[in-house]
């Protein structure tokens, strides 16, 4: 039984596909155009998926779309009606492309990939869930999915029990969690719908001055956490922007032009923003428990994406356990429509047990054989020496202690917005030069951003708060105080920026300026190669962890192909490129000419 699960048209579009229950591959599109949050229809992404099965279009035994096209419509006409003649630009711009395309998904489904069979359209925050719990290890659990917006819904919160999910309540538009920290995230300066976790980083470096005027003015949030926005300030419902005048006169002054010009004012409103999702969130989790009585939760949607609100959930929230999707977005849509139509609709038998393993770990993206590898370049012209399998670990470990920052290219690709030991870079998290080498040389992004660390799950309890896994860097743990390293009365006194000059720990890499972390625990059994990497640093250095960002530079998805990850090699300030078994020395490399500024070649991201 082949289920072909599709997520398009608005952003991070992708596919995922499941047989029998397992899922074989999933993959957002982006990685195989190179527009970052690609909303197109995944093309890519399914002929990937299909190619992953071994099948083709006439295998396929079912296809979701993940939310319900016609109830999304209805909600942006019944907007405009009600605002008219308000947004009427707003409206002409939007409407043509829906007459065009969105409400014809059925039509471009079947056409794009030779399907002939009926597609399924669950609701959106119904593939939220889906994906929050299907591959979760629980049998049964509270679920809380929280976005911008679906069809109406904006939250929702259920529970999953065996093979069935029941939604049991929703906050609908335009009172929106998702919408507020995106209406934040363009009044500071950056993109909505892919820089709201700039915001979460910068966060720390602010003072929460403005959380007063938003509860006070903004919104009437209650106990059990749902709220309603005052929509006087906001523009969102019609407009071309997030907020409007009166949202500048509140906050004393027009939104900020770029992100190059981060001030106090933006760092203020970052950490603001933040603890007022914290404490929504928090108050949300709070009811969901009391009226579900469960000790599991499971997290979907946007929002769970913010692990510094997830970090504070597992800390000091009413439930014992919490499994979020690394792909909670919407591009995980894909995989929880899949999931949905094998359990839901088909009521096939679930067993948590088996669960356990279902996301893989979240390497469900493609891979290359070192064959392909070396014929790439072979035909490139690349110097490399090959490496047997089992002297990766100690060799790159070895380069890593001599802080070269590697590029790692192995196994299967991530699905979801981390990097996770297949298309990162890594380097060592003692350097007290490495935040800096690795923002400004390679990522070419904000001094500002947090790196994080992968570290030995067997040992991460020995430096941060925390006892439990985290293999898809979705929570932020403090650091241990006998790791930390007590500031100066000096020190003390630094604001803003300023604060990056303060070495707080013997791992200052990737110890943020508040002493927290985003962690990913690793495994053998999730990752051997990668976890090997890590042991051999631990057994060299006495430290468990490496420092993990991210294989690409701002502005471009992370790298999917051999081609992409020695062309960023070759442009950013990487020592080496490790790619199946082929290690390559900058220093060996042929210089490439290139006439691209890639610093300010591409818009942030």
Request: hydrophobic share 40%.
């Amino acid at each position: 039984m082949n289920i072909l699960g599709i997520s398009a048209f608005y952003h991070d579009s992708a596919a995922c596909l499941v047989r029998d229950g397992e899922i074989i591959a999933a993959a957002q599109e982006e990685r195989f155009t190179r527009k970052k949050h690609d909303f197109h229809f995944p093309i890519n992404a399914v002929e990937y998926c299909l190619k992953e099965a071994g099948i083709s279009a006439g295998d396929i035994d079912y296809v979701g779309f993940y939310d319900k096209p016609f109830i999304k419509f209805e909600r942006i006409l019944y907007s405009y009606l009600a605002y008219a003649p308000v947004g009427i630009r707003s409206f002409f711009k939007a409407i043509p492309l829906w007459i065009k395309q969105k409400l014809f998904i059925r039509d471009i489904v079947k056409k794009e990939i030779g399907y002939k069979g009926d597609v399924l359209f669950p609701e959106h925050h119904e593939s939220h869930a889906a994906s929050a719990f299907y591959p979760s290890p629980f049998s049964d659990a509270a679920i809380l999915t929280v976005d911008a917006v679906g069809e109406w819904a904006t939250t929702s919160y259920g529970i999953g029990e065996e093979n069935k999910i029941k939604i049991l309540s929703e906050l609908k538009f335009p009172h929106s969690l998702g919408l507020l920290y995106s209406a934040f995230t363009y009044y500071t300066g950056f993109k909505v719908n892919s820089a709201e976790y700039k915001v979460m980083g910068l966060a720390p470096y602010g003072e929460p001055k403005y959380v007063d005027t938003i509860f006070n003015e903004l919104m009437d949030l209650k106990e059990d956490g749902s709220f309603k926005l005052n929509m006087k300030y906001f523009n969102y419902c019609t407009g071309l922007t997030m907020t409007n005048s009166r949202f500048d006169k509140l906050f004393g002054g027009p939104p900020a032009k770029s992100e190059s010009s981060v001030t106090q004012r933006e760092m203020d409103l970052a950490r603001s923003i933040q603890v007022v999702t914290e404490e929504i969130v928090y108050r949300m989790a709070n009811h969901v428990h009391k009226e579900t009585g469960k000790k599991n939760l499971c997290l979907a949607g946007g929002v769970a994406l913010n692990c510094v609100s997830n970090g504070k959930l597992l800390r000091e929230g009413p439930f014992d356990n919490l499994w979020i999707q690394p792909a909670a977005g919407d591009a995980g849509g894909a995989l929880g429509v899949a999931l949905l139509i094998w359990y839901e609709y088909l009521g096939k038998d679930r067993i948590a047990e088996e669960a356990k393993v279902m996301q893989k770990a979240s390497y469900l993206g493609n891979h290359y054989e070192d064959k392909e590898i070396e014929e790439f370049l072979v035909k490139e012209g690349a110097p490399f020496v090959k490496l047997k399998t089992e002297e990766i670990p100690s060799r790159i470990a070895e380069l890593i202690a001599d802080e070269n920052v590697i590029g790692w290219f192995e196994g299967r690709m991530e699905f979801g917005p981390r990097s996770l030991g297949s298309r990162s870079i890594i380097g060592d998290p003692r350097s007290k030069e490495m935040q800096s080498i690795m923002n400004v040389k390679i990522k070419y992004r904000e001094s500002f951003r947090p790196f994080a660390p992968s570290v030995l799950r067997e040992h991460v309890s020995d430096y941060f708060d925390i006892n439990c896994e985290s293999p898809y860097m979705l929570l932020v743990a403090n650091l241990k105080d006998e790791k930390k390293i007590k500031m100066s009365g000096e020190e003390e006194k630094l604001f803003g920026l300023e604060k990056l000059k303060v070495v707080r720990s013997d791992v200052p890499a990737i110890t943020h300026v508040d002493y927290s972390a985003r962690i990913q625990t690793v495994t053998r059994d999730d990752n051997p190669l990668y976890y090997g990497v890590i042991e051999e640093f631990y057994k060299k250095t006495g430290c468990p962890m490496i420092v993990n960002t991210s294989f690409n530079i701002r502005g471009e998805p992370i790298v999917c192909r051999p081609e992409e990850a020695y062309k960023c090699f070759m442009r950013t300030g990487m020592d080496y490129l490790i790619m199946g078994s082929y290690l390559l020395d900058k220093r060996r490399q042929i210089p490439v000419e290139d006439d691209i500024d890639w610093k300010k070649e591409f818009d942030p991201d």
